[in-house]
């Protein structure tokens, strides 16, 4: 059974930094591009971040970027996602996602269409 599980959600102060992880089950991560998405109430979902199965090469929004850092651990099948310097506008519920599309098709994918996609993780983010 394919399978992403996200932990490592939590309650931080503006300012402050947590570590999400995407673990996966029934497939290799290295194989697939693994990326999360975000989704605070009421607004779109927004891509937040990607890195590539065949090369690791790695995308953010600019939203993102220069605080938010992607990577994966082939042995441990999880893909990470390390944010410093949060915000409040960082509050949402953080979702996993895996497809072996490349990078560009991966952030247009609806939720349906993705290979795999996790249950999601709140982060909040205090002012």
């Known amino acids: 059974q394919v399978q992403l599980v996200e932990s490592g959600g939590g309650l931080v102060q503006s300012g402050g930094s947590l570590r999400l992880s995407c673990a996966a089950s029934g497939f290799p991560l290295d194989d697939y591009t693994v990326g999360w998405f975000r989704q605070a109430p009421g607004k779109e979902r927004e891509a937040v971040s990607c890195i590539t199965g065949s090369t690791g090469s790695t995308y953010n929004a600019d939203s993102v970027k220069d605080r938010f850092t992607i990577s994966r651990d082939n042995a441990k099948n999880t893909v990470y996602l390390q944010m410093n310097s949060l915000k409040p506008e960082d509050t949402a519920v953080y979702y996993c996602?895996?497809?072996?599309?490349?990078?560009?098709?991966?952030?247009?994918?609806?939720?349906?269409?993705?290979?795999?996609w996790g249950q999601g993780t709140q982060v909040t983010v205090s002012s």
């Open positions: 996602a895996a497809d072996r599309s490349d990078w560009h098709q991966f952030f247009l994918l609806d939720e349906n269409e993705f290979a795999a």
